[in-house]
């Protein structure tokens, strides 16, 4: 009689992301089809997003309670289909130039953080890890933070027994990230507001427009419209950042799903053969068509 032997395979996909809404932002298609076709799927968010109370300007309070910011993650996860979402529990470390707090994920020893992430992976075993381009997308101090010890961690745990298998990046496209900031304008126009965009504005744009991925640099587009109500609503979760948009607007509502037919990535790991592109993540079952 022979012992029954346990699985060594890992299965599903953990994201890492750094505060509650980037998870619904960047990867919650990818998520949501994972989940649909029966794969684990995971949140680990590196932060409670306690800086998220006010946009923009330097110099005011942006603090927010961070017991908000969980619950609106965990209304994302029940959106998207995925497990109740995971916390590292470091402070937001805000936007730059703010004054990152004490206890705040850009403060954390980069070791110190590896090793917790690390944790997580050996518990939960995941195939496929995605997390931010070191770019962050935008630089955020928290997500380049983030890219970078998760990658790290990735890297340690793929070479265990029964480690992941995959690592994405997940990335903005410059057309993408120019067509945004359009519509942004747009809409801005639209609700009379007709001043001019403030300095702080403008640096921001830019900053996205340079830290985006040039197009030719992607691996894998992953179309996410049969999905894309269970992103809209995952972001409509996180109220304290989307202040009150629903996209109602039957006009919005169809630039959303333009804009959101897609999700980017960059097979990070393993390498991808020059001129390689998929439009799905290795290492999942991938059921929806
Ligand atoms: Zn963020």
Not at 77 to 95: N, Q, W
Not at 96 to 110: D, I, M, N
Not at 214 to 227: A, F, G, K, Q, R
Not at 283 to 289: A, Q, S, T
């Amino acid at each position: 009689m022979t012992e029954p032997t346990i699985s060594t395979a890992p299965s599903g996909l953990l994201s890492i992301f750094a505060h509650p809404d980037d998870e619904s932002y960047g990867a919650g298609g990818v998520m949501a089809l994972a989940a649909a076709a029966g794969n684990p799927v995971w949140v680990l968010c590196a932060t409670n997003g306690d800086q998220g109370g006010k946009p923009g300007e330097v110099g005011v309070d942006h603090s927010l309670d961070p017991e908000i910011r969980r619950a609106e993650l965990a209304c994302a996860c029940k959106e998207l289909g995925v497990a109740e979402p995971i916390f590292l529990g470091y402070r937001d470390s805000g936007m730059e130039g703010w004054g990152a707090p004490e206890g705040s994920l850009s403060r954390a020893p980069k070791d110190e953080v590896v090793e917790r992430i690390l944790t997580v992976i050996r518990r939960l075993r995941p195939a496929v890890i995605v997390t931010f381009d070191p770019g962050g997308v935008y630089g955020h101090p928290d997500h380049t933070a983030c890219s970078d010890t998760a990658s790290a961690a990735y890297l340690r745990a793929a070479a265990e027994p029964g480690g992941p298998v995959a690592l994405y990046h997940q990335v903005m496209p410059r057309s993408v990230v120019m067509g945004m900031q359009a519509m942004q304008e747009a809409e801005r126009r639209r609700s009379g507001d007709d001043k001019p965009p403030t300095e702080d504005d403008i640096r921001q744009q830019e900053a996205f427009i340079k830290l985006a991925r040039p197009d030719d640099e992607i691996t894998t587009v992953v179309p996410i419209l049969p999905v894309v109500e269970r992103k809209i609503a995952a972001l409509a979760c996180h109220d304290s950042q989307m202040r009150g948009r629903r996209w109602d607007d039957p006009e919005e509502r169809a630039q959303m799903e333009k804009m959101f037919g897609s999700e980017t990535f960059v097979r990070v790991d393993p390498a991808p053969r020059p001129g390689e592109m998929e439009d799905r993540f290795m290492g999942l079952k991938w059921g929806m068509e």
